[in-house]
């Protein structure tokens, strides 16, 4: 069955400096995602990416974040100058628009640790 | 804006016995779905089951089941004839169906225990 795939699964940094986290979609679906849980702490969505253009973004997602879909397969979410509150597991989904209760398809994770 | 409320942290259960997982939400939308998804130790998030709002009949996967009470607004889940396997994080979630992007808002979780 296809899945989404994310690396790295764990990726350590200095606050201040930028970071890039990779996912890479179901190769048919359309509608690509970003989540982040901090620990203890519910899933919390940052952002909807659909037809190479932000559909809808949360209070979080602020001018550190940005998202791109640069060559139709990957999908990746960028910090910018990262914070230590930026520590937490990112998810990655996405989801095949066939109908409305289509649910979405969610990597492993990411984790991110700021030092 | 929705929320969603798991009031249970932790639940455990005798293998081979019965759980209920709750959940309870909030939401101004008439249309809706409700999701439960299952996130073993450093694994993806999988989905279990979903449960469309305008339906009445409940939905069933196998061992699991929920009961959808509307009116309480709350989606409670069952696992039936409980397996080591099952042991997880259980996540309850709904999604708004209105506007065009169709974002996940998810409980906190429950971690569930399955002993031998």
């Known amino acids: 069955e296809p899945e989404v795939t994310q690396t790295p699964s764990h990726q350590v940094t200095q606050m201040g400096q930028e970071v890039i986290l990779r996912c890479v979609p179901i190769?048919?679906?359309?509608?690509f995602y970003w989540y982040r849980q901090i620990l203890g702490q519910k899933v919390e969505f940052l952002v909807s990416?659909?037809?190479?253009?932000?559909?809808?973004k949360s209070e979080i997602f602020d001018d550190q974040f940005s998202v791109e879909r640069p060559d139709g397969s990957n999908f990746t979410l960028k910090i910018r100058s990262t914070k230590l509150e930026d520590s937490a597991m990112y998810f990655c989904?996405?989801?095949?628009?066939?109908?409305?209760?289509?649910?979405?398809?969610f990597g492993d994770g990411t984790r991110l640790s700021i030092l | 804006a929705q929320t969603v409320t798991q009031s249970q942290p932790e639940m455990s259960v005798q293998e081979a016995e019965t759980v209920t997982l709750s959940c309870t939400y909030d939401t101004s939308e008439s249309d809706y779905y409700l999701f439960w998804y299952k996130q073993p130790p450093s694994r993806q998030m999988i989905l279990v089951i979903r449960q469309e709002a305008y339906k009445q009949q409940n939905a069933t996967e196998n061992r699991f089941s929920v009961n959808f009470q509307k009116a309480a607004k709350s989606f409670s889940l069952k696992i039936s004839d409980s397996q080591l396997g099952d042991a997880a994080m259980y996540f309850c979630a709904i999604m708004d169906s209105g506007g065009s992007n169709y974002k996940l808002t998810f409980g906190k979780g429950t971690l569930l225990t399955v002993n031998p």
């Open positions: 190769s048919n679906h359309l509608y």
């Open positions: 989904a996405s989801r095949l628009p066939r109908d409305r209760g289509q649910p979405q398809h």
């Open positions: 990416f659909y037809n190479n253009e932000i559909s809808e």
